[in-house]
């Protein structure tokens, strides 16, 4: 009994073991990505253990240009693309842990340098070039459409350009791929379609004359689709309408000056401009007759065509007709009686005439 008491009595006496540390595990990725030709740093991290970290290599390689350090950074320039799976150890007191981990050395990643292109113009040719960088050295960039849709009458050609005829209105997302060798990427962007300007190229009516066939398209550029015209104000000389499509047609019953406002609509644009049309008085005939009763030339005005002929008709008094000197005046007329006698006036324009022997006797041709 005496030596039980002593053995309860030491086993009494003993202390308690202590907790046991967190096991060891490494946390880190297990897929490493690299660059060739660049530096890169990659720390590995662990948990539990009962002391401080130290990192080494077990199976496997590191790439050339690659090296751990004992504080466990994975850093260099790797210079070949390859993929190294090797075994990363992490020891921490007497506690050693290891995780198989795979560093994927590639090319560099595409990357865009085209983010935006310009806005377009329905019904307007469209062009703009695409590019991208990186991927295999010396690859040549193939475009594709990942998403979306373009604008109808765009398309994309595998070498980058957006071009044609946009046909549809607003913003139109799509997806891009661009691959250079090995590597691919995709952007998201937007084609937008604007409907262009409405104009109104019609600044002003050309005149008209009387009895005579009158025809005027007005004209505009911009807008979408068809265009559509309307007389708003003013009114048309009598022998003239205007139809929708915006022409002015018919025949001037007599000389007028009229102002009038017409308005251009094509899809959501209009635009409204005041014009003014002249209507001239009919064509001057091509032939007239100045008499001499008395020493007067009757009528005093005498209106001709170009190219029109006026003849005068002297009487048994003896007259002359001398012009004044202007381009296009006739040859003058000497002293003459009984007698017809007729000039050409080839040029538009206003000739003056007089009879020298009877002072204040004079006369005017207007050609037109």
Request: charged fraction near 10%; proline fraction near 9%; charge should be neutral.
């Given at each position: ?8 009595a ?19 990725t297990?897929?490493?990505p ?91 040719a ?26 109808a ?25 661009a ?16 409907a ?49 499509d ?21 899809g ?36 001709v ?26 040859a ?37």
């Amino acid at each position: 009994m005496a030596l039980l008491g002593m053995l309860l009595a030491a086993c009494a006496g003993d202390q308690a073991p202590g907790p046991l540390p967190p096991p060891l595990a490494i946390d880190t990725t297990t897929a490493i990505p690299a660059v060739v030709g660049e530096a890169f740093s990659h720390t590995f991290t662990a948990t539990g253990g009962s002391g401080p970290y130290v990192w080494s290599i077990g199976d496997g390689a590191l790439p050339q240009g690659v090296g751990l350090s004992p504080a466990g950074v994975l850093s260099g320039t790797p210079n070949v693309v390859e993929q190294r799976t090797f075994t990363v150890r992490v020891t921490s007191g007497t506690a050693t842990a290891s995780r198989g981990v795979t560093l994927a050395v590639d090319y560099p990643p595409v990357v865009f340098t085209t983010t935006t292109v310009p806005v377009a113009l329905w019904g307007r040719a469209y062009f703009a070039l695409l590019q991208a960088t990186g991927g295999t050295p010396g690859s040549v960039t193939a475009w594709s459409l990942a998403g979306g849709a373009l604008p109808a009458g765009v398309t994309l050609s595998a070498s980058g350009s957006l071009g044609g005829i946009p046909t549809s209105l607003g913003p139109h997302a799509v997806r891009l791929r661009a691959t250079r060798g090995t590597r691919s990427a995709e952007l998201d962007l937007q084609v937008r379609v604007d409907a262009p300007a409405l104009v109104m190229e019609t600044t002003a009516l050309p005149d008209a004359r009387a009895g005579q066939l009158y025809l005027v398209n007005l004209q505009a550029t911009g807008g979408v689709g068809a265009y559509t015209w309307r007389l708003t104000g003013g009114r048309l000389p009598t022998g003239l309408t205007f139809a929708a499509d915006g022409s002015i047609s018919g025949t001037p019953a007599s000389e007028d000056s009229v102002g009038l406002s017409v308005e251009v609509t094509s899809g959501t644009q209009q635009l409204t401009r005041s014009l003014g049309l002249l209507v001239e008085p009919e064509t001057y005939p091509a032939t007239a007759l100045v008499t001499m009763p008395g020493d007067v030339f009757s009528p005093f005005l005498i209106r001709v065509r170009p190219g029109g002929t006026v003849t005068w008709r002297f009487g048994a008094s003896p007259h002359n007709v001398i012009f004044a000197v202007a381009p296009g005046a006739p040859a003058n007329i000497d002293i003459v009686s009984s007698v017809d006698v007729s000039r050409v006036f080839p040029r538009p324009g206003e000739y003056r005439y007089d009879c020298t022997i009877h002072p204040g006797m004079a006369g005017r041709v207007e050609v037109r």
